[in-house]
C-alpha cells in the first residue's frame, strides 16, 4: 500500500498557472503508475494524466493535453501536474491515485490522497 499527499492547489485567474505536487510514502513508489484525477461539485472522478512507472510513459485527457504537464521523481516518491492556461472549468478537486495496472483508468487506481481545491476565477 502506498500513501499520497496531494498539495498545491488555490485560487488562481483564468490563463494562470498552478504545480501541483503529490508525495508518495509506504511502498516502493516506483512499482506504481502515478496518476492525476480531478472531481468538480456533481460530477464523477475524472482521469486528468498518469505517468507510468518508469515516467517515460504519460497520456492526457483530450481536455488538459497541451496545458497539462505530468513529471515524477522517484528519488523523491514524488510526481507533479504543472497546470498552464487554466480555464474556469478546470475548477476541482485534484486528486492523486496510484496503480499497479499500466492502463489509465480511474478504476484501476486507488490509494487516493485527500485532494488539494483547484478554483480558478474567470
Known amino acids: 500500500q502506498v500513501t499520497l499527499i496531494e498539495s498545491g492547489g488555490g485560487v488562481v485567474q483564468a490563463g494562470g498557472s498552478l504545480r501541483l505536487s503529490c508525495a508518495a510514502s509506504g511502498r516502493t513508489v516506483s512499482d506504481y503508475a502515478l496518476g492525476w484525477f480531478r472531481q468538480a461539485p456533481g460530477k464523477e472522478r475524472e482521469f486528468v494524466g498518469a505517468t507510468s512507472r518508469s515516467g517515460t510513459i504519460t497520456r492526457y485527457s483530450d481536455s488538459v493535453r497541451g496545458r497539462f504537464t505530468i513529471s515524477r521523481e522517484n528519488a523523491k516518491n514524488t510526481v507533479y501536474l504543472q497546470m498552464n492556461s487554466l480555464k474556469p472549468e478546470d475548477t476541482a478537486v485534484y486528486y492523486c491515485?496510484?496503480?499497479?495496472?499500466?492502463?489509465?483508468?480511474?478504476?484501476?487506481?486507488?490509494?487516493w490522497g485527500q485532494g488539494t481545491q483547484v478554483t480558478v476565477s474567470s
Open positions: 491515485g496510484a496503480s499497479r495496472s499500466p492502463i489509465f483508468t480511474v478504476q484501476n487506481f486507488g490509494s
